[in-house]
Every structure is written in C-alpha cells, then in structure tokens.
C-alpha cells in the first residue's frame, strides 16, 4: 500500500486530507512611542495560498498613528499614549482563520532640554523626562560632538561640531529622543590677531546716555528697534540677550567683509590687516588685556564706542590720539567722552525708513529658538524669524558701515571727494540702506593697505 503523500495528487484511494491550517506564530507586539516610526511584521504559519489580515472589531482598536497591513504589517508612527488589547485576524486562500489577542502599549514620553536649537561646543543643556514610569535613564543614540549625559539627564556638548541625540527612556523601556545641534561659537572668528594687524574691540556696553533707561546705549537702541522689551531690564531675557548677540554679530561679519576679510571674521587672503574681537560674553569674545592701546606690545588695541548719541544728527566723531604716540580711538582714555559711535542716532533714522512690526510685537520668550537658530547662521524659518534676521542683519550692516568710516578717520582718511555712491563708506552723507553693499573705494583701500596695521602693531 501506498501512502500518499499530502500534496499529492497522483495516485489512488481517498483524496489527501488538507491538514495544515494556518496559525499566527508572534506571540507578542512591541511598544510603541509617541512620535517615533513602528514596525512589527505578524506572521503566521500553516496556510494555503495568500494571507489577509484584519484587526478584528470584537477588541479593542489599534493606538492610533498604527496600522494595520493586508500582509500583516504594523506600521505608523503613534499620535497617543494607549493600552489596548486588539484581536488579529488572519485567514488564508482556503478561507481558514486564527487569530489572536494581543496587548498593545504605547507611551509618550517628553523630553525636555533647557536649551533649543544649536549649542556651542562645551554648552551645557540640561534635559527632563515626564510622561513614562519613574526611573529615567539618559542616554546618547548618536553622538557626533563627543558629548557627555549623567543619569540626572545633564548634558554637555563636546568639542566637535556635529549632532548629538539624547534619548531618555523610563523604566518600562518608553523612551523619547531629542537632537542637539552641535555648532561652533558665532564669534570664533572674531579674535585679535596681536602683531600683524590692527585690532579693534567695539565696545557695546558703554552707558553715555544723560538719562540712562537702560543698562548700556546699544540696549537702548535695541530697544527702540524692537529686539528688546522696551520695559525690560538688566542683561534682558535670554531671548532679548541672542537678539543682541545676532545684531552685534551681523554687525561685525559686516564690519570685517570691509576689510576684505570673512563674514565670519576670519582674515582672507588679500584682507586688510585688521582684526575685530567678539563681545564679551560669548566663548571667543573676551575683552583684550587691561593694557588696551596704550599696553606693551603686544597688547596693543583700539576701541570704537557704540553709545547713545546727540541730538545733531551726527552719527559718529572719530579722534586720533596725538599724544597717545596716534594710537586710534579708546573709550578708556580721558577723551571717552567725545569718542565713539553714536549709535542712538542712527536707530531713529534707520526705523523711519524700515518700518517693521517688530517696534510694536518685540522680542519675546517664544523667540528664542529662532534667535539661536539664526545666530549660529542657519536661514529664517518662518516669517517671524525672517523678520528679526533683515532687522538684525540690515541695521548691522548700516552700523557697521558708520563704525568703518569712524575708523577709517581714526586711520587718516578724509571724506571722498568728490562725493562718492552711497556705497562709499567714507561719503560724508552715508547713506542708510538695509541690503547696501557698503564699501570703501579704491583710493582709500590702498590708503588702508599702506596704513594697517598702525602705529606700533
Ligand atoms: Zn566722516
């Protein structure tokens, strides 16, 4: 006798009796997070020809974002925090069905860090957990920076430019994920070059006004442009305080690209030897050594004031120091008070002929991940951040264009003569212009070429 086979259709006798029905093999579903990618493949074994599969209506339904496939696919990613137990359906050509129980769990755990957007290298962040069970663990899924994370959720960038993710799961193994961007410090450019060039500090924290509002004239300027609370007090909200770093930033990328050196402050080949400093404050911008201009070599620098200004119109007064063996301007020395930049004037002219709705909606909290966005050199991502950028970069570019022609007189040129385009830094009727590309022309960038560095660098 004969024993047939079960897929056999050759032979005699009783045909062969179909055995195999199909079974689901997944024993159990994975967790899902809020906001993250779920894939789980349900298989099953045993069937005749193609399989279907369905959530059955007789359980509960799938945390929603998930789905389910025709093949037996969970995808999706989950929009809520659930518990379900969802009934699975399987059935093969032949019409046979399993199916299953299954229970099924989402979480959504929040991350949060006290720092958005781009950070320095070496920043620290500190990052929070809620919406899981206790007992958070911190951890790095990605660390480009070579940064560091405590249990405590404590954060610190490390020394390379890159992108770090940080990923807190609670103790049933939810978890939440959050990227940092790990950027370089906005004024690493702007350092002094001692020796070889000229080096200027701009002074931003020079108080001159009779009647001070505010804790220095540039903030007062801020102010009335609408990149601080015009109520707001002392080194302002940290929001109000990137918005300062943007315009002093924009203002000295500007102010170096006249000296044919980088928007980021680095020197260029073919550049004037002259150098800039970032504001205090930041990790490049430290004020030069005590001894400023009248120093050793070689410590020698020159300082330009941003300060409130007279009621004259005169935007700026440049003085050489005759007997200070002509060093350039320095607020520090006796005759502080007729040097520098009057800033305060230029405001008043620049708001009247770019209106922008920042003079009546200033700075908030809210934009602060916009200003630091902005201020590592990323583009405005929506209206609001496009509007603080052209402020912050157009008015940098007019100061910084009446910073150059207070220095460029400091230096020993005179006005242009004739008058030159309104692109001439050294025109004695500078024009405001919000996208001017200010420069000075050809006969005083040889004069420059000759002068810089100064006497005595
Ligand atoms: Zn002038």
Known sequence: MA????CSSSGEGTPPVVSDEVQIQTQTLDQGNVGFTYFQEVTAAGATGAYSWWVSTSGDDLPAGISLTGNGELTGTPTEAAARTVVIVVQDANSTLDLRSFRIETRDVELTASAQGAVIPGASVSFTASGGSAGYTFTLTANQSGGTIDNTGSYTAGG???????RAMDGDGFFDEQAVTVGQDPFAGFQPIWGSS???WVSWDVVYHPAPTFGTDFDEVLAFLG?????STGLGTDAEQLARFLVIRRTLGHLSTYYGNGMDGNPLAGGLSLSLVGPSG??????????GSQGAAPFRFSTICVRHGSSSGILGTAYVDFSNNSVEHNCGTSGDSTLGVFANQLAPLYRSVFRNTLENDPVVNSDEDGLRRLLFGNPPADS??????ELADGFGRVLAAVLAHEIGHSLGLNHSDPSGGNWDIMNAG??????IQYTFNATHLAELQTSLPGPNR
């Open 384 to 389: 609001r951040e496009t509007e603080l950028f």
């Open 430 to 435: 500078l024009t405001i212009g919000q996208n």
């Open 3 to 6: 024993f047939l086979a079960a």
């Open 198 to 200: 000229d080096v200027w």
């Open 227 to 231: 990149l601080r609370g015009s109520a």
């Open 282 to 291: 930041t990790t490049e911008g430290t004020t030069p050594p005590v001894a």
């Open 160 to 166: 390379q430019n890159g992108i770090d993710v940080v």
